[in-house]
T-cell receptor, first 113, second 115 residues
């Protein structure tokens, strides 16, 4: 099936640092979404992107929908301990005629106080 | 709380037994989705409903799996003759059919362990 490649797989950062992670695919996506998942819980929607080039912020989080529609990135500014978790990108594959989301494997973020 | 709820949160069963999970979506959402997530992976799509109609099923949904949404509100996912490979987190999500329909909101999941 289609795959979304997320990088990095994991990262350790100091509290207060900025974080950047991205998601790429060989296929075009109509929609990009970013979720955060805590252990034992379901993913929580952070940001949704609907147009190529779109840049959207949600508090300290900023995400962009790549111009080629094959990638997206998520930035977190001034990280805090509660940012710890796994961040997933997800997308709606163009032309699939489906409402299913395809997910990446996640970026595990650890914040060192 | 008007979020998506799932029951039970945890289920341990012996191989060969049948299990059933329930999902209650956000009340105004008429699309409901089931996903499966294994360790170290992102959620994988299983099936989705619009109102009571099941409109799409993944090839991951073997014959032992069945999902229903009889009145277009809550949904159940049943697994018959469970196998150890069925051990996973089963996630339910819902969305509306408005213009932001791809914004799927997830429940806390049901963790299934097959021994």
């Amino acid at each position: 099936g289609q795959q979304l490649n997320q990088s990095p797989q994991s990262m350790f950062i100091q509290e207060g640092e900025d974080v950047s992670m991205n998601c790429t695919s060989s296929s075009i996506f109509n929609t990009w979404l970013w979720y955060k998942q805590d252990p034992g819980e379901g993913p929580v929607l952070l940001i949704a992107l609907y147009k190529a080039g779109e840049l959207t912020s949600n508090g300290r989080l900023t995400a962009q929908f790549g111009i080629t529609r094959k990638d997206s990135f998520l930035n977190i500014s001034a990280s805090i301990p509660s940012d710890v978790g796994i961040y997933f990108c997800a997308g709606d594959l163009s032309g699939a005629g489906s409402y299913q989301l395809t997910f990446g494997k996640g970026t595990k973020l650890s914040v060192i106080p | 709380d008007t979020g998506v709820s799932q029951n039970p949160r945890h289920k341990i069963t012996k191989r060969g037994q049948n299990v059933t999970f329930r999902c209650d979506p956000i009340s105004e959402h008429n699309r409901l989705y089931w996903y499966r997530q294994t360790l170290g992976q992102g959620p994988e799509f299983l099936t989705y409903f619009q109102n009571e109609a099941q409109l799409e099923k993944s090839r991951l949904l073997s014959d032992r799996f069945s999902a229903e949404r009889p009145k277009g509100s809550f949904s159940t996912l049943e697994i018959q003759r469970t196998e150890q490979g069925d051990s996973a987190m089963y996630l339910c999500a819902s969305s509306s059919t408005a213009d932001r329909t791809y914004e799927q909101y997830f429940g806390p999941g049901t963790r299934l362990t097959v021994t």
